[in-house]
Each structure stands twice: as structure tokens, then as C-alpha cells.
């Protein structure tokens, strides 16, 4: 559901006193989105992974319960990347699909990013010739 003018305006005041109170603040908020986030969070999953795998070759021999702890960490990492890497494909799903404003669902359903490929590689393909 839209906001109103009037919604708009205050949300535009208090993005603009967040601002000037906290800039550093409202910097990071304005580049951190669910993309940035998990991204991040698969990058430390498949650090730990790593991790993990060089404890188990290095410690197997030994002793297996640093083996075991080297497997937990894997497990744990995979799973830390697994769930982030599906939030990404979730957004990324829920952007494609979600309507443009002034759109209606139907507008989406029926192709309209699809038109709006379409028409691009046209200009491409013209372009190249």
C-alpha cells in the first residue's frame, strides 16, 4: 500500500534530521540492505568452512575429538551459508516480482521486466550491426 503525501513528507523530515543528527549513521543504513548483509555473512560462513576443514586435515591424526570440532565448525559454516544464500535468492525473487510504483500486479504478471529485457537487447542487438 502507498504512503500518502502527507506519510511521504514526514518519512522525508526524519530521513532528513537522521541525517544531519548522525550522518555516519544514516550512511551505512542507507548501503546496508539484505544483500549486503548476507553477502557478508556467506563470506564468514565460507571463511569458517575453511577453518574448519584445515582443523580436521591438520588434527584428525591427532586426536578425533579436534577432528569432530573441525566437522562441527564445517556443519555449522554450512549451514550459516546456506540459510543466508537463500535470504539473497528470497529478496532477489521478492525484486524481480515485486510491482514498480504506479504498476499493478497484473502489469508485472503479464511481462512487463520482460518487455523491458527485450527491448533493451533490440537496442543492443542494433547497435552491434
Do not use: C
Not at 10 to 39: G, M, Q
Not at 68 to 74: F, P
Amino acid at each position: 500500500m502507498p504512503l500518502s503525501e502527507h506519510e511521504q513528507q514526514i518519512l522525508a523530515e526524519l530521513e532528513e534530521s537522521l541525517s544531519k543528527a548522525d550522518p555516519r549513521f544514516a550512511k551505512s543504513v542507507r548501503e546496508t540492505n539484505v544483500y549486503s548483509h548476507s553477502l557478508r555473512q556467506v563470506r564468514w560462513g565460507a571463511a569458517g568452512f575453511l577453518v574448519g576443514l584445515i582443523v580436521l586435515v591438520a588434527f584428525f591424526s591427532q586426536s578425533i575429538l579436534l577432528g569432530l570440532a573441525g566437522v562441527t565448525l564445517m556443519f555449522l559454516s554450512a549451514v550459516l551459508i546456506e540459510r543466508n544464500a537463500r535470504r539473497i535468492g528470497r529478496a532477489s525473487w521478492r525484486d524481480l516480482t515485486r510491482p514498480r510504483s504506479g504498476e499493478d500486479a497484473t502489469s508485472v504478471a503479464a511481462g512487463s521486466r520482460t518487455t523491458a529485457l527485450r527491448e533493451w537487447l533490440n537496442r543492443q542487438r542494433r547497435r552491434s550491426q
